[in-house]
């Protein structure tokens, strides 16, 4: 029987970092490559430049040269390194949101390719993980055989990433589905061997031309949104009506053919795949001429931001009508709980909205500070729940850390100059807040 084939993963994120460490976990021999070479310091000591859950743990149970670990998991700096090594090579780099534009940024993606391409001098399949506008796969394959010196025999294939933050260990490991762009069955054969862990524990094994591989994940990504985005226009006339939108999304999820989950209203969603991916799949398809088809998504993405106006308003009416000089505590920073990622953070955006229009915000996260620090260094910051809260005139809820629900309501009751809160994300108990003489007011829920 032919060997395993070696595995590489070029780009070492939140995606790559997961997927190096879920190969090897799996069983193959696997080299990272990053180009930044702190990044692959860290990574081959074992530790991870980011939060996410039980990621480091994998990664020391495999990085070579740490006792215990299997060794099967090695990171470099390079390319002809990883050419020289890999049967299959993973490309997993960011496509960001474009400066001033709603395209995604091509250029990590382009420049891997382009770097790769002249040193493949033996069969490989390369597998594109990013996320991409559909029409990129086509293009990369031209490239890939037009710059490989084995030409045919460097064959791509596309494999979009469904991941989440916060469980990218979980998701990698045992996918809801894996999604195969193929144009051969070698490619096929190949991909189906390298997934064969999660494939005998059942994902279901989709396999597709390149367009739809790479739309599958845009439609994916966007259907998740108007999910989010519905509940929240719901949210807005529940508020008028005064109605219960958490009652409402309840009721409504018990149906199986909508179901119960993204259906949680608040300020909306962030992060670095949703609102971006969003945006480039409008500039996609007003290229291709579909415009029209998504003209929704461009609804979809005005709801969501105008949850961040609405936040500031609510803020501005709880301390009377003007912001400045307000002491305003916001708890939470990252895009969401379990993830140290503020990368279009609503909570962030709501802080640095009031802190533009004169109020004295203190902020904290449990794990997303050192980032939110960087990102908005004018903002204030405390280092717990208790010293942001210290004088408050209101308290916003903004991300739905589990420590936030546990929070003692009397004992913050006693730092704050008001009584006041604000629950951005729907996940606080309102009667546990109010029978301690807090003014509890929630997104699209009654004011009392
Ligand atoms: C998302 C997709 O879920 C994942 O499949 C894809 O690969 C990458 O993008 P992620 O960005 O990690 O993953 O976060 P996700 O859990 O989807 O949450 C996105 C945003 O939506 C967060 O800001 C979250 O707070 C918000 N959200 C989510 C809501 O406001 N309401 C909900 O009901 C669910």
Not at 217 to 229: D, G, V
Request: glycine fraction near 10%; charged fraction near 25%; include cysteine.
């Amino acid at each position: 029987t032919a060997a395993r084939p070696r595995i590489t993963v070029i780009g070492t994120g939140y995606l790559g970092a997961t997927h190096a460490a879920a190969m090897a976990d799996l069983g193959f021999e696997v080299l990272g490559l990053d180009v930044v070479p702190e990044k692959v310091e860290m990574l081959a000591r074992g530790e991870v430049p980011m939060y996410e859950p039980g990621l480091a743990k994998l990664l020391r149970q495999h990085v070579e040269g740490i006792e215990g670990a299997s060794g099967r998991l090695r990171f470099t700096t390079s390319y002809e390194e990883v050419a020289e090594f890999g049967d299959v090579h993973f490309v997993c780099v960011n496509t960001p949101q474009k400066h001033g534009e709603y395209a995604a940024d091509m250029s990590y993606v382009d420049t891997a390719f382009e770097t790769l391409a002249p040193l493949l001098t033996r069969p490989a399949l390369v597998v594109g993980k990013s996320t991409v506008p559909v029409g990129s796969a086509d293009r990369l394959a031209a490239l890939l055989a037009g710059l490989a010196p084995v030409g045919e025999d460097a064959e791509l294939a596309w494999n979009p990433e469904f991941l989440r933050e916060g469980f990218a260990v979980q998701d990698t490991l045992h996918p809801d589905r894996i999604v195969a762009g193929v144009r051969s069955e070698r490619a096929e054969r190949l991909l189906r061997e390298v997934y064969a862990g999660p494939l005998a524990e059942g994902s279901p094994f989709v396999v597709t031309d390149f367009p739809t591989a790479e739309l599958v994940k845009t439609a994916a990504n966007s259907f998740l949104a108007t999910k989010i985005s519905f509940i929240n226009a719901m949210a807005e006339v529940c508020e008028a009506a005064d109605g219960d939108v958490v009652k409402l999304a309840e009721a409504i999820g018990h149906d199986d053919r909508i179901g119960r989950k993204f259906l949680r209203a608040g300020i909306g969603f962030g992060g670095g795949c949703l609102p971006k991916d969003l945006r480039a799949f409008m500039a996609r398809a007003g290229e291709l001429g579909a415009d029209q088809a998504l003209t929704f998504l461009r609804e979809i993405d005005s709801i969501n931001m105008r949850r961040r106006s609405h936040m500031v308003e609510l803020t501005r009416d709880a301390v009377g009508g003007g912001l400045l000089g307000k002491r305003v505590a916001v708890l939470g920073a990252s895009f969401k709980p379990d993830s140290d990622d503020v990368r279009d953070s609503p909570a962030l955006n709501v802080a640095g909205q009031l802190h533009l229009q004169g109020a004295q915000v203190t902020v904290y996260d449990p794990k997303g500070m050192a980032n939110a620090r960087a990102l908005f260094p004018t903002l204030g910051y405390a280092p717990s729940a208790l010293e942001a809260v210290r004088a408050a005139d209101v308290v916003l809820h903004l991300t739905e850390w589990r420590e936030f629900r546990e929070l003692d309501p009397e004992v913050l009751g006693e730092a704050v100059a008001q009584r006041h809160i604000l629950d951005g994300r729907n996940t606080l108990d309102p009667a546990l807040w109010r029978k301690a003489g807090w003014r509890f007011r929630a997104l699209g829920r009654p004011t009392a």
